[in-house]
């Protein structure tokens, strides 16, 4: 099984300020896909941003995006010009397409300070 | 909104007792999850199912079973629930097949066993 690991259980930023989490993962898959899911308090699991393996490009998604390093296996998300509302729980996602299964890592806890 | 219904939002039972956790979908996805959540743990797959009636454990599948009888509900069952059972349990539905699709999540139910 595919493993992912988030090793910051908790950070914190200022307002306005960058923060990137980490996310590092173990395959031996060539092709796959990775996912960055916000849980706010309200305690849904909302999709941030995905990345394709096989695209060299970081993908964005507005002030989120990731550096993806694939020989390195690393996906970290960086969160520009933090907002309150980004205070939440993230979580980094794998997922095998062979198998169609999800492996996500143990979270880290944003807090964003105002 | 991938239209996805988990029943009850919240639940508190007696050690010994069955419990079964509903989740309804309304766009027909082929793929469903059932996973638990829990600190330090981040979320961790219990079952899934890939069509009506076809089902597979995933990494915490002691003590759980689940039933796929339609293709919009996936029932998960806890056969005599127990303290360590307590966690918040979410339902993920997905594709397979169309390139890749990322799990939509329902608001998940929390459980405690008593």
């Known amino acids: 099984a595919q493993t992912v690991t988030q090793s910051q259980p908790e950070m914190s930023v200022q307002e306005a300020e960058t923060v990137t989490l980490s996310c590092t993962y173990d395959t031996s898959e060539s092709n796959y896909y990775l996912f960055w899911y916000k849980q706010p308090p309200s305690r849904q699991m909302i999709l941030v941003i995905r990345q394709e393996a096989y695209k060299q490009q970081n993908a964005t998604e507005n002030r989120f995006s990731v550096n993806f390093q694939k020989a390195a296996k690393s996906f970290s998300l960086k969160i520009s010009d933090s907002q309150l509302g980004d205070t939440a729980m993230y979580f980094c996602?794998?997922?095998?397409?062979?198998?169609?299964?999800?492996?996500f890592g143990t979270g880290t806890s944003l807090t964003v300070i105002p | 909104d991938a239209g996805i219904t988990q029943s009850p939002r919240h639940k508190v039972t007696e050690t010994g007792t069955p419990v079964t956790l509903r989740c309804h979908q309304t766009?027909?996805?082929?793929?469903m999850y059932w996973y638990r959540q829990d600190p330090g743990h981040g979320l961790r797959l219990i079952h899934y199912?890939?069509?009506?009636?076809?089902?597979d454990k995933g990494e915490v599948s002691d003590g759980y079973s689940v039933s796929r009888s339609k293709t919009e509900d996936f029932l998960l069952t806890l056969e005599s629930a127990t303290s360590s059972q307590t966690s918040v349990y979410f339902c993920?539905?997905?594709?397979?097949?169309?390139?890749?699709?990322?799990?939509?999540f329902g608001n998940g139910t929390r459980l405690t066993v008593t």
């Open positions: 766009e027909n996805h082929r793929y």
């Open positions: 199912s890939y069509g009506v009636k076809d089902t």
């Open positions: 993920a539905v997905g594709h397979a097949g169309t390139g890749y699709s990322p799990l939509h």
């Open positions: 996602a794998f997922m095998n397409p062979t198998g169609n299964q999800f492996y």
